[in-house]
């Protein structure tokens, strides 16, 4: 529609400037006869009538490249639509060419494991759970990492609790087939990931990250979540605080600039102190190292406790 109309600019805008050349050309020419000259000279009315062509043809040949520039504009400029059509072929294309190469890891868990840990991450989404739902999740994807469904949910999740992750799990879902176009420009809960600077590069690459878009999230600070996730009292559908410490991904800061994402074995060889800021998604704020119940035995103490002497001799 808007190619349409921007055509219909072009021709109007070619009409119009012909038009007010023909109206100046035809009183200039006027003008220089030996009897424009006399009437230029004797009559007001010709006079008049004179500077009204050439003011009507001035405006026209005005209007009328106004309305051409605008038709080019609208012709060249692409819509939203055809953009994401733009994306969509890239990716058939790269989908084409290539395969993706994981397989599912094996695991002596079968289908209806799958099917009952995918009903518990609903179960936790639905009591808004989020944290749950993203461990739940990836222990689908360990089992069936080739499941563009399941990447697609768990980038809605890091999407949910604003975790820059929700790229890479978009990507992915895409990678390993998953074309619902429209549902990723529709979703509510990637509403975040769609808000981010680095999503118009996203999408243009074909749902890739490229340098630049790398450069952005890594300049960006961590995000806090407004989202609490609410314990669950069902005993089917709790997860082991283990499932949930392997998952989490904390950062530091030492002051100047910011560290990671780590995960609690990688912690292990930092130089941890009480004080250390620490920060890892669900925290509104950054905290204290001191503060946090499954780094505290991470914690290096920088002196000796006091050497007690014997009395005794």
Not at 84 to 101: C, G, V
Not at 167 to 186: C, E, P, V
């Amino acid at each position: 529609m808007k190619k349409t109309f921007g055509i219909i600019f072009l021709i109007l805008g070619l009409i119009m400037i012909v038009a007010g050349i023909a109206a100046l050309t035809n009183s200039s020419t006027r003008n220089n006869s030996y009897e424009g000259k006399v009437q230029n000279e004797f009559s007001e009315n010709y006079r008049s009538n004179n500077s009204q062509q050439q003011a009507g043809g001035g405006t026209l040949f005005v209007v009328g490249l106004v309305f051409f520039v605008l038709g080019i504009v609208m012709v060249a400029t692409k819509t939203k639509k055809q953009r994401l059509k733009e994306a969509e072929l890239i990716i058939l294309k790269n989908m084409q060419s290539t395969t993706p190469t994981i397989q599912p890891i094996q695991s002596n868990l079968n289908s209806n494991s799958i099917d009952e840990l995918s009903k518990q991450a609903i179960n936790f989404y639905k009591q808004k759970d989020y944290i749950s739902a993203i461990a739940v999740t990836q222990r689908v994807l360990a089992i069936d990492p080739t499941n563009n469904q399941n990447h697609f949910n768990l980038a809605c999740l890091y999407s949910i609790t604003n975790n820059q992750e929700a790229f890479n799990s978009l990507s992915k879902a895409i990678d390993f087939g998953y074309l619902k176009f429209d549902k990723i420009n529709t979703e509510e809960d990637l509403q975040w990931l769609r808000n981010q600077p680095a999503f118009n590069g996203f999408l243009k690459n074909g749902y890739k990250l490229n340098e630049p878009e790398l450069e952005i999230l890594k300049n960006e600070q961590p995000t806090t979540s407004s989202v609490q996730p609410i314990q669950s009292n069902s005993n089917s559908n709790s997860i082991d605080e283990l499932t949930i410490k392997e998952i989490k991904k904390y950062y530091l800061h030492n002051g100047i600039e910011q560290q990671g994402p780590f995960d609690i074995d990688e912690l292990k060889n930092k130089d941890i102190k009480k004080d250390t800021p620490i920060w890892f998604d669900g925290l509104p704020d950054w905290t204290t190292a001191e503060n946090v119940d499954e780094i505290k035995e991470l914690i290096k103490t920088s002196t000796p406790p006091p050497f007690k002497t014997s009395n005794k001799l």
